[in-house]
């Protein structure tokens, strides 16, 4: 357990200034950067960048912000939270990934995903019929692109490469990958058959219930003959003083966004006893650094990880010093407490 890895994520969820205004895209962006440069600072692990297209996140293009960040960091690794390759061309992703990694130095590392929300297919000229031929293609053609070397590779949904090179090559030789997996056997499966690491989207529920897909993950690569890494696990939460004041802080914000969701969805509006039970018995981790670092430590334990982010930025209601302070109590409180924890082996404590 001494080798667990601990990450923030955001979508660039716009903040609001101390005076309760919305900020603009721009200053989201700014504030995500902010953000990543305070968790380098204190020593958080990783920074992950979500893709999306929707009014509630300024993020479309999380590799433009990993390099601003890369300029401005020394250590944490900078990654995609997902970068929605089903939607994109493998090449392009592939480069400009080797392009951050070029900027900082060996930091870059990636994790695939269909994505959470469609938005980006019309954008883009996809059509959604097409949504499972489109990953399976993409990822195919992904993998080989990491080997790079010159690429042979045919489908149905892009040009034809022959024995086509693509720059930049990265200095290490391969980019880190991973596939976002939200529940489907068939995802870890081709996590697996690739050879990628398998990170667990798991926001909602208690996290418990995604165990069999991590032996389902080591059993198929034992299988495949491909290397089973740590698995990752990220879920939304929200750190404060007290459990109180994080609660009174983020719920606002984290029922309008998810009220909004799952209208689209066909859900019910969120229950403030719902929000509670979640926290209670869920993947919600907000609270106080103490009540954190137990619930975190709990799901370490249960499903065996090897890396944990946190989804830090949920919702709109959030000031920006409130977040900021929230990565500083992740960094500097709640992550050495997880790290004691494990190492007391109560991880199974509440």
Not at 86 to 106: C, E, I, K, W
Not at 175 to 195: F, H, N
Not at 217 to 222: E, G, K, L, P, S
Not at 321 to 326: E, T
């Amino acid at each position: 357990m001494n080798g667990i890895e601990f990450g923030i994520d955001s979508f660039g969820d716009l903040p609001r200034d101390d005076q309760g205004n919305v900020t603009s895209y721009a200053q989201a962006i700014r504030a995500a950067v902010e953000e990543a440069v305070l968790a380098d600072e204190i020593g958080i692990d990783v920074v992950a960048l979500g893709e999306h297209h929707r009014p509630e996140f300024a993020i479309s293009s999380p590799e433009t912000v990993l390099a601003g960040i890369a300029t401005r960091t020394e250590r944490i690794r900078l990654s995609s939270g997902v970068t929605v390759l089903s939607s994109d061309d493998p090449v392009r992703v592939f480069q400009r990934f080797a392009t951050v990694d070029a900027l900082s130095n060996g930091r870059a590392e990636i994790i695939l995903g269909r994505g959470s929300f469609t938005e980006s297919f019309p954008l883009f000229g996809y059509d959604l019929a097409d949504y499972d031929a489109l990953f399976e293609e993409k990822i195919d053609l992904f993998h080989q692109l990491l080997d790079e070397k010159p690429v042979t590779w045919r489908g149905t949904q892009r040009a034809t490469l022959i024995d086509q090179d693509v720059f930049p090559k990265t200095e290490s030789g391969r980019l880190r990958t991973w596939v976002g997996v939200g529940g489907s056997p068939q995802s870890v499966i081709r996590t697996a058959k690739y050879g990628f690491r398998l990170m667990l989207a798991v926001i909602g529920g208690p996290a418990e219930r995604f165990a069999p897909y991590v032996d389902l993950y080591r059993r198929a690569t034992d299988e495949l003959g491909t290397t089973a890494y740590p698995v990752g696990l990220h879920s939304p939460g929200f750190i404060a003083e007290t459990d109180e004041e994080a609660k009174a802080l983020f719920y606002p914000g984290y029922k309008e966004i998810r009220d909004r969701i799952g209208a689209l969805r066909g859900w019910q509006p969120l229950r403030r006893e719902e929000f509670d039970h979640e926290i209670e018995h869920g993947s919600l981790y907000v609270g106080s650094p103490e009540t954190v670092a137990r619930r975190i430590a709990k799901a370490i334990s249960a499903l065996d990880v090897g890396r944990f982010d946190l989804i830090y930025s949920s919702g709109g209601a959030l000031a920006a010093s409130a977040r900021l302070r929230a990565v500083d109590l992740y960094g500097t409180k709640v992550i050495p407490m997880v790290r004691e924890l494990l190492a007391d082996g109560e991880g199974g404590a509440r």
